[in-house]
Antibody, heavy 117, light 110 residues
Framework: QVHLVQSGAEVKKPGSSVKVSCQAS????????MNWVRQAPGQGLEWVGR????????DYAQKFAGRVTITADVTSSTAYMELTRLTSEDSAVYYC??????????WGQGTLVTVSS | QSVLTQPPSASGTPGQRVIISCSGS????????IYWYQHLPGAAPKLLIQ???QRPSGVPDRFSGSKSGTSASLAISGLRSEDEADYYC???????????FGGGTKLTVL
């Protein structure tokens, strides 16, 4: 059974960047895509992007294109999501989730990113 | 504005049956499987229903899913207080080539 563990909460200044990690246990890391989904306060779930480690390919939601970079280190089964040029609207809980298409399971515990001056 | 449309709220009393709807289009629900996620307060979202109507291992049979055309629904029978959560539908969007979520339905157990 795969288990995803994310890095801790972050507080960032507007205009800065944040990099969140997600480490997977088990041997399925390279078999599926690692997705990133966020939930802003009072809002619903929003897909940010994904990486497919087996092919080294990435896909991003158009809304975040140019600001988000998702990478993966297969040797440590860890995925990273970096978001740049942060604004207060990027304050959210960011989740990683393993899966294909819209089947996302399991999910990480979430990482709270707060953007505040 | 979410691509998939869900009612913002639903409620029921313990033991009742509640149905949550999810409406889309031929580009998403009409072309792909629907998935449902349960998001309890303070926890990570959990896959509740996969491939329209299948329950992953460990999900009680009180939860069931269905799909017809460009709409889907999640039914919860024998409602319990621990079912109080946000529920999201999700599917693949053919044109956008990304997964899309509904806006979520907050279920209150009265």
């Amino acid at each position: 059974q795969v288990h995803l563990v994310q890095s801790g909460a972050e507080v960032k200044k507007p205009g800065s960047s944040v990099k969140v990690s997600c480490q997977a246990s088990g041997d399925t890391f390279s078999s599926y895509s690692m997705n990133w989904v966020r939930q802003a306060p009072g809002q619903g779930l929003e897909w940010v992007g994904r990486i497919t480690p087996a092919f080294g390919t990435t896909d991003y939601a158009q809304k975040f294109a140019g600001r988000v970079t998702i990478t993966a280190d297969v040797t440590s089964s860890t995925a990273y999501m970096e978001l740049t040029r942060l604004t207060s609207e990027d304050s959210a809980v960011y989740y990683c989730a393993l899966g294909a298409l819209a089947r996302l399971d399991p999910w990480g515990q979430g990482t709270l990113v707060t953007v505040s001056s | 504005q979410s691509v998939l449309t869900q009612p913002p709220s639903a409620s029921g009393t313990p033991g009742q049956r509640v149905i949550i709807s999810c409406s889309g289009s031929t580009s998403n629900i009409g072309s792909h499987y629907i998935y449902w996620y349960q998001h309890l307060p303070g926890a990570a979202p959990k896959l509740l229903i996969q491939r329209n109507d299948q329950r992953p291992s460990g999900v009680p049979d009180r939860f069931s899913g269905s799909k017809s055309g460009t709409s889907a629904s999640l039914a919860i029978s024998g409602l319990r207080s621990e079912d109080e959560a946000d529920y999201y539908c999700a599917t693949w969007h053919e044109t956008l080539s990304i997964p899309v979520f509904g806006g979520g339905t907050k279920l209150t157990v009265l």
